[in-house]
C-alpha cells in the first residue's frame, strides 16, 4: 500500500493525463475576428426648401388658371403671401390698401423675382370670378395672384401657412414673406409700413446672383 500522500499525488497525475488526452482529441477551434459594423455612410444633407413643408396643392387664380402652389407659384421666387376674403369688412379692405402701395413699390420685380398672393379663406364664396370682381374693384395691377380652389385643397394650404382658424373672420393678419432660393420664410404684419416690406424684399433680392430670374 502506498502512502496517502503518494496516492493523492499519483491520482492528480492521472487526472490531468485524461485531461490531456481529452483536450487533445478535440477539434481544433479557429476563432474569427468579429467584424466592426461599417459606420453608416454620411446622408447628403437635404436641402430644405419651400416644397419641403408647403403642398403642391393646385388652386384656381383670380384669372382662371390652376396653378400648383408650389411648382407654380412658389419654387424660384420671392412670395408676400396674406389671407383674405372679399367680403371681409374688417382688416381686409386696409391690408388690400396698404398691399397695394408695396406693390407699387416693387412693380420692377413683380411677375419676375417676386409675386404677391392672397389666398382667400371662404373659397366657397370666393370663386375665381368674385376675387376677378375685387381685384378690378381695387384697380390691382399684374403680379399680385388671388387664389381660390376646393375648400378641402384650400384648408390643405392654409394649415401648412399656420392659418388653421376654422373662423374666417379670425383670418391672419400677417404677411408672409418667403424666399424659396435662399430658403427662408418669415412673418411680418401685413400692415407694415410700405416701404419697410419693400426694402426687406428688396434686400433679399440684392442677396440673389444676377440674372437670377423666374420667367413668367
Not at 447628403?44 to 383670380?62: C, F, G, I, M
Not at 391672419?172 to 416690406?197: E, H, N, Q, Y
Amino acid at each position: 500500500m502506498l502512502p496517502s500522500t503518494q496516492t493523492g499525488s499519483t491520482t492528480r497525475s492521472f487526472a490531468r493525463g485524461c485531461l490531456a488526452i481529452a483536450l487533445a482529441a478535440l477539434p481544433s477551434l479557429t476563432w474569427a475576428a468579429v467584424p466592426t459594423p461599417p459606420s453608416p455612410a454620411p446622408q447628403p444633407r437635404r436641402e430644405r426648401s419651400a416644397k419641403s413643408y408647403e403642398p403642391n396643392t393646385p388652386l384656381v387664380s383670380h384669372q382662371g388658371q390652376t396653378l400648383r402652389f408650389y411648382e407654380d407659384v412658389v419654387k424660384g421666387r420671392i412670395v408676400l403671401l396674406n389671407t383674405m376674403f372679399t367680403s371681409c369688412a374688417g382688416i381686409c379692405p386696409p391690408i388690400t390698401n396698404n398691399l397695394l402701395a408695396v406693390q407699387k413699390a416693387l412693380a420692377p420685380y413683380l411677375g419676375k423675382q417676386v409675386l404677391m398672393v392672397s389666398i382667400t379663406v371662404d373659397p366657397q364664396t370666393d370663386t375665381p370670378a368674385v376675387l376677378k370682381a375685387y381685384v378690378e374693384r381695387f384697380r390691382i395691377g399684374p403680379g399680385w395672384l388671388f387664389l381660390t380652389g376646393k375648400p378641402a385643397d384650400v384648408d390643405a394650404v392654409l394649415a401648412k401657412l399656420g392659418d388653421t382658424d376654422p373662423e374666417k373672420t379670425r383670418h391672419s393678419g400677417m404677411l408672409l414673406i418667403g424666399d424659396d432660393p435662399g430658403r427662408s420664410w418669415r412673418k411680418v404684419p401685413a400692415m407694415s409700413s410700405p416701404k419697410d416690406i419693400a426694402g426687406a424684399v428688396e434686400k433679399l433680392l440684392s442677396r440673389r446672383p444676377s440674372g437670377d430670374e423666374v420667367a413668367r
